[in-house]
């Protein structure tokens, strides 16, 4: 089993990245390939799927995403490719919300996701979160609320303001808004 891997991003397609490690090139299959960028050091936080005579590897840019993915395919009627899809355009924040506040039109408006699906996720997973212990963020915003900190801003007023940034944006873009919604 694996944990994670750290290497080299090689090659980038529409479904998956090489991740280079140790000479030996990693087929895995992301979310959202185009949120990596060729030659980075990256650590994808990895789950073998085996299944008949498939072997597969998932990568995720954040433990919370590898989290909810196994959480999602733990459901009955949705396999890898329908909660990657979840996690290609929905954050896991927000993904989480929906389970909690049983909000099935949100979980309806990913591909493959219909109405017996969403209802199955709701029922299968609500009560299983607990968003008030932790904020989910993915690794951008992460080391963004690092350096906050670091500028002297407690965890708890940069909490409150990560929701507020847009995850797809560069790192120097995110720290310039983000000192400007704590400075106001």
């Known amino acids: 089993m694996f944990e994670f891997i750290k290497g080299k991003i090689v090659d980038i397609t529409p479904k998956n990245i090489v991740l280079e490690c140790q000479n030996i090139g990693y087929l895995v299959i992301v979310p959202n390939p185009y949120a990596y960028k060729k030659n980075d050091e990256k650590v994808v936080y990895i789950h073998q799927y085996i299944r008949d005579n498939v072997i597969e590897l998932y990568g995720f840019l954040s433990k919370e995403e590898k989290e909810l993915f196994l959480k999602l395919i733990s ?50 997973l609500k009560g299983k979160i607990n968003l008030d212990e932790q904020v989910l963020v993915s690794s951008k915003l992460e080391e963004i609320s690092d350096a906050l900190q670091a500028l002297g801003y407690s965890k708890k007023e940069v909490n409150k303001i990560l929701p507020k940034l847009d995850e797809n944006d560069n790192e120097a873009n995110l720290l310039k808004m983000a000192l400007k919604l704590l400075t106001k």
């Not at 099935?104 to 029922?123: E, V």
């Open 75 to 124: 459901v009955s009627g949705i396999g890898p490719k329908s909660a990657l899809s979840i996690l290609a355009l929905g954050s896991v924040r927000q993904v989480y919300e929906a389970i909690e506040s049983r909000n099935d039109a949100y979980l309806r408006k990913f591909p493959g996701i219909g109405p017996k699906a969403s209802q199955q996720i709701i029922l299968d």
